[in-house]
T-cell receptor
Framework: DAKTTQPPSMDCAEGRAANLPCNHS???????VYWYRQIHSQGPQYIIH???NNETNEMASLIITEDRKSSTLILPHATLRDTAVYYC?????????????FGTGTRLQVTL | DAGVTQSPTHLIKTRGQHVTLRCSPI?????VSWYQQVLGQGPQFIFQ???????GRGNFPDRFSARQFPNYSSELNVNALLLGDSALYLC??????????FGQGTRLTVV
């Protein structure tokens, strides 16, 4: 699986959009970009994933650059409950393989 | 619907002892994976099982073993516990080719 690079920490004011970047310059054509988050001492929570098109769900939007070497997770209206560590992961989504390679993620602090 | 359930939630063991952690996947999920998360780091992959067969193994010593049962539940066993095995142990389940869903973990403390 390709390696990802994320800033170690970010701050965001409540109600504002939180934009979390991720670099994955060695991503392969068949690798997806996944985002998970982990609220303190809980299990990681799936947020969203995509291959090359932008994706949106009830939690967030995922913007992937045309060359697929980077992506941005957008939380449109951050709340205090979005304070967590956010992990960007790239992996092949085929067959029965399901290994996720986590880095150290971005610690997002949402403040009043 | 019940999510991934893990037991126990917390556990304290002494160095040299053995521990068994348990995981029940989401109904219909045939794949179970185990991760270790030490304080301040991201989760590290230990094992994946699919249809009772090992499909992946991370860089962990042979003291770590696992198995999956016919009902797709799984156990993680760790022998000869070391202080460094203290961590949050996470179980995740998924169906083939889909995102993984994690349990709340078992916090193991080795003293």
């Amino acid at each position: 699986d390709a390696k990802t690079t994320q800033p170690p920490s970010m701050d965001c004011a409540e109600g504002r959009a939180a934009n979390l970047p991720c670099n994955h310059s060695t991503i392969s054509g068949n690798e997806y970009v996944y985002w998970y988050r982990q609220i303190h001492s809980q299990g990681p929570q799936y947020i969203i994933h995509g291959l090359k098109n932008n994706e949106t769900n009830e939690m967030a939007s995922l913007i992937i650059t045309e060359d697929r070497k980077s992506s941005t997770l957008i939380l449109p209206h951050a709340t205090l409950r979005d304070t967590a560590v956010y992990y960007c992961i790239v992996r092949v989504q085929t067959g029965t393989a399901s290994k996720l390679t986590f880095g150290t993620g971005t610690r997002l602090q949402v403040t009043l | 619907d019940a999510g991934v359930t893990q037991s126990p939630t917390h556990l304290i063991k002494t160095r040299g002892q053995h521990v068994t952690l348990r995981c029940s996947p989401i109904s219909g999920h045939k794949s179970v994976s185990w991760y270790q998360q030490v304080l301040g780091q991201g989760p590290q992959f230990i094992f994946q099982y699919y249809e009772k067969e090992e499909r992946g193994r991370g860089n962990f010593p042979d003291r770590f073993s696992a198995r999956q049962f016919p009902n797709y539940s799984s156990e993680l066993n760790v022998n000869a516990l070391l202080l460094g095995d203290s961590a949050l142990y996470l179980c995740a389940s998924n169906t083939a080719g889909t995102e993984a869903f994690f349990g709340q973990g078992t916090r193991l403390t080795v003293v």
